[in-house]
């Protein structure tokens, strides 16, 4: 099932009685190829234009593969930013929960190539009884996986508003969150 964002829902809410848990956020992709580094640009926009508290950890994670499996291992809630394969037009924000792959068989085949290495690492913390307790995937559909190291116009501008999306969350669990001041020159 294929969900696209809303305002109303997200696993982060749910947090309010772990505060001093971590919250991971994680951007996965490929800088080299165009919108396919589309989590990565998030995870340095959120970087730079956000205080974020101690109990949240951003992470690129590039394209790690198996290496990530520490990341989901030690926090509570895990956020993967990533782009997917959809029939929605390029630039479209979808969400995906754990349970929605888990349900629908063939919604992993239309993620990029290293989400169905996150949906394997996810299954071995899984039998390590180390994973998190809620996964959701914010995803953007591509519109160019060339090679190239900048974002297409149709992600581009998407970058601000997912960082929005997940700071307002956040603000849900930690009201103190700020965006970082600027200086005007």
């Known amino acids: 099932m294929v969900h696209t964002c ?3 829902s997200f696993i982060i809410a749910e947090t309010k009685k772990i505060m001093k848990k971590e919250i991971g956020i994680l951007g996965v992709g490929n800088l080299l190829c165009t919108d396919e580094g589309f989590g990565i640009h998030v995870i340095r926009y959120l970087q730079s234009h956000y205080d974020l508290p101690d109990e949240v950890e951003l992470m690129d994670g590039g394209t790690l593969g198996l290496m990530l499996a520490p990341f989901f291992e030690r926090v509570e809630r895990a956020v993967v930013i990533d782009v997917v394969e959809s029939d929605e037009p390029p630039g479209t924000i979808l969400c995906f929960s754990y349970s929605d792959f888990r349900a629908e068989a063939n919604i992993h085949t239309r993620m990029s190539p290293h989400q169905l290495g996150i949906l394997e690492i996810l299954e071995v913390c899984k ?3 180390m994973e998190p307790q809620n996964v959701e995937f914010i995803c953007a559909v591509p519109k160019d996986l060339s090679p190239g190291t900048e974002l297409s116009p149709a992600l581009a501008p998407m970058v601000p508003g997912v960082a929005m999306m997940i700071s307002e969350r956040l603000r849900s669990v930690f009201p103190n969150l ?4 600027r200086l005007n020159a």
């Open 127 to 129: 039998l390590r009884g």
């Open 178 to 181: 700020e965006e970082k001041r």
């Open 6 to 8: 809303d305002s109303g």
